[in-house]
Nanobody
Framework: QVQLLESGGGLVQAGGSLRLSCAAS????????MGWFRQAPGKDREFVAA????????FYGADVKGRFTISRDTAKNTVSLQMNSLNPEDTAVYYC????????????????WGQGTQVTVSS
């Protein structure tokens, strides 16, 4: 069974940085797409970034492009999200997701999810 475990969330001031990590286990992820989504209170789960496990092609949501960087380490089975220039609108629970086929920006198309990690950006 696939398991995803996020870490690295916390409280940071506006303009600061955080690095989230997602440890993936339970199978080989060749051919998978790994994604980061976020969900603020009262809002839908929003696409942040995704990376293909094989090849490392990256995709970003419009709100984070140029500020966030997604990467994967196939040897360690981890996916990371480096978040720079954070602002209060980035406050949300961040979720790591895995999709068994090609990339998608739609949360419903991801097969597996972690439990989430809270990111809070103060002004």
């Amino acid at each position: 069974q696939v398991q995803l475990l996020e870490s690295g969330g916390g409280l940071v001031q506006a303009g600061g940085s955080l690095r989230l990590s997602c440890a993936a286990s339970g199978r080989t992820f060749s051919g998978y797409t790994m994604g980061w989504f976020r969900q603020a209170p009262g809002k839908d789960r929003e696409f942040v970034a995704a990376v293909t496990w094989t090849g490392g092609t990256t995709f970003y949501g419009a709100d984070v492009k140029g500020r966030f960087t997604i990467s994967r380490d196939t040897a360690k089975n981890t996916v990371s999200l480096q978040m720079n220039s954070l602002n209060p609108e980035d406050t949300a629970v961040y979720y790591c997701g895995a999709r068994s086929v090609g990339p998608s920006m739609t949360a419903e198309r991801y097969n597996y999810w972690g439990q989430g990690t809270q990111v809070t950006v103060s002004s």
